[in-house]
């Protein structure tokens, strides 16, 4: 009867090797989500390079697959191109650069791009139109078209100097290739309000 008593009172506790640790480790999770923390910034920021992935990617099919089978003058436009460019220019030198540079190597790598010397060519045609447009002009519609369109013209004579270098073509088809740019340019005029919307995506502002 003591005994119990004593079990039973206030003061009785287990002795120290018997007692569970009051300090548990943080729960590791079991999926791949829960090791992973996005601020809801974070997401947006995201959501908007992802969209501009996919718009990239569906611009390389469309053209690969309709486009390139519709000739206009002879030539047919440059979707991927004008695309990849519009976004570096819209994004600006810090971040755009590096898009520029990972979108054309994954289009070198797509098999749509002429060459090798492309992923340089469109990296150091994007860095230079947006530093361009940064330094001489006030973001607008009218600036980032202009600037987007001279190097997507450059792009496509460039090109051709690399196609004519190389022997893949002659002097006689170098309209084609100026043509292609013009068209190329004008398709950016259609991508632009979509592609505006985007880089709007998590309330991104523009730094000049």
Same mark, same amino acid.
């Given at each position: 009867?003591?005994?119990?008593?004593?079990?039973?009172?206030?003061?009785?506790?287990?002795?120290?090797?018997?007692?569970?640790?009051?300090?548990?480790?943080?729960?590791?999770?079991?999926?791949?989500?829960?090791?992973?923390?996005?601020?809801?910034?974070?997401?947006?920021?995201?959501?908007?390079?992802?969209?501009?992935?996919?718009?990239?990617?569906?611009?390389?099919?469309?053209?690969?697959? /309709?486009? *390139?089978? +519709?000739?206009? @003058?002879?030539? =047919?436009?440059?979707? %991927?191109? #004008?695309?990849? $460019? &519009?976004?570096?220019?819209?994004?600006?030198?810090?971040?755009?650069?590096?898009?520029?540079? /990972?979108? *054309?190597? +994954?289009?070198? @790598?797509?098999? =749509?791009?002429?060459? %090798?010397? #492309?992923?340089? $060519? &469109?990296?150091?045609?994007?860095?230079?139109?947006?530093?361009?447009?940064?330094?001489?002009?006030?973001? *607008?519609?009218?600036?980032?078209?202009?600037?987007?369109?001279?190097?997507?013209?450059?792009?496509?004579?460039?090109?051709?100097?690399?196609?004519?270098?190389?022997?893949?073509?002659?002097?006689?088809?170098?309209?084609?290739?100026?043509?292609?740019?013009?068209?190329?340019?004008?398709?950016?005029?259609?991508?632009?309000?979509?592609?505006?919307?985007?880089?709007?995506?998590?309330?991104?502002?523009?730094?000049?």
């Amino acid at each position: 009867m003591a005994r119990e008593r004593r079990k039973n009172s206030p003061s009785f506790s287990l002795p120290k090797f018997l007692r569970k640790p009051e300090f548990r480790k943080d729960s590791l999770g079991t999926g791949f989500l829960k090791k992973l923390y996005f601020t809801r910034q974070q997401r947006l920021t995201l959501l908007r390079w992802g969209s501009y992935a996919l718009l990239c990617v569906a611009a390389l099919v469309l053209q690969d697959t /309709i486009m *390139s089978r +519709i000739p206009i @003058f002879g030539a =047919s436009t440059d979707l %991927p191109v #004008a695309a990849m $460019l &519009l976004i570096t220019v819209l994004e600006g030198t810090e971040t755009g650069s590096v898009f520029i540079l /990972i979108a *054309s190597t +994954i289009y070198y @790598f797509s098999g =749509s791009a002429p060459g %090798p010397y #492309a992923v340089a $060519l &469109l990296t150091v045609l994007g860095i230079c139109a947006s530093l361009f447009r940064q330094v001489y002009w006030h973001r *607008s519609r009218g600036s980032i078209l202009l600037c987007a369109g001279l190097a997507v013209m450059v792009y496509e004579i460039a090109v051709f100097g690399f196609s004519i270098f190389s022997g893949l073509t002659h002097w006689g088809r170098f309209p084609r290739f100026v043509v292609t740019g013009a068209l190329s340019w004008a398709v950016m005029l259609l991508l632009y309000p979509l592609t505006l919307k985007l880089g709007q995506i998590g309330g991104h502002t523009w730094k000049e």
